[in-house]
């Protein structure tokens, strides 16, 4: 089982509103590029969707359930039979979105039971306590050729170090798709 993160990110670490929905000033930032950076299987997730979990927090969980099960693309098909988990405290209905089930107990649990490989998509505050807890093996960022100066950051300052090592970098538009994974101990 391996614990993926897949986020898209700015030059200044920023991964906070890339697609406007939560209303900040400097929201959106990922969209200034046309949606050919965005659409389909840019992070290269391929059979790791078709085998894996897609672990997402309440937030994230809400917007992809407004906008995934409404598409019939090759990737949409994908996105909507791939069985998700629900990390939420208030959360109670997560039946809006096929194969949706709330995370019972405690989240880094969970994520230590699971047998398959998880993919995290966005969900700043799960990344962080998976992250803390050690349990990332890697990450795969779409940096934009942008810097916002403010918002949430992936590797916040006083966050735990880590020794990461480059697998790719790849172009994808006017972005890069850059993964690493957790240096050998």
């Not at 906070?16 to 950076?37: L, N, V």
């Not at 019939?72 to 909507?80: G, L």
């Not at 934009?144 to 990461?164: H, I, N, Q, W």
Request: proline share 4%.
């Amino acid at each position: 089982m391996s614990v993926i993160v897949i986020e898209f990110i700015t030059l200044d670490g920023i991964v906070s509103d890339p697609d406007g929905s939560t209303g900040t000033a400097y929201g959106g930032w990922m969209f200034r590029y046309g949606p050919e950076a965005v659409a389909g299987d840019k992070f290269r997730l391929g059979r790791v969707l078709d085998e894996g979990v897609l672990l997402l927090g309440r937030t994230t969980w809400k917007l992809f359930a407004g906008l995934w099960p409404g598409r019939d693309d090759q990737f949409a098909a994908r996105m909507n039979a791939v069985p998700k988990l629900v990390a939420s405290r208030t959360a109670t209905d997560v039946s809006a979105w096929s194969n949706s089930r709330l995370v019972e107990g405690d989240l880094l649990e969970a994520v230590r039971a699971e047998r398959r490989d998880l993919v995290v998509a966005g969900s700043l505050a799960v990344v962080h306590a998976l992250r803390a807890a050690d349990l990332v093996d890697e990450y795969r960022l779409m940096a934009f050729p942008v810097v916002l100066g403010e918002g949430r950051r992936l590797f916040p300052a006083g966050s735990p170090p880590a020794d990461l090592e480059c697998l790719s970098a790849e172009r994808v538009g006017a972005a890069v798709l850059t993964r690493y994974r957790r240096a050998a101990r």
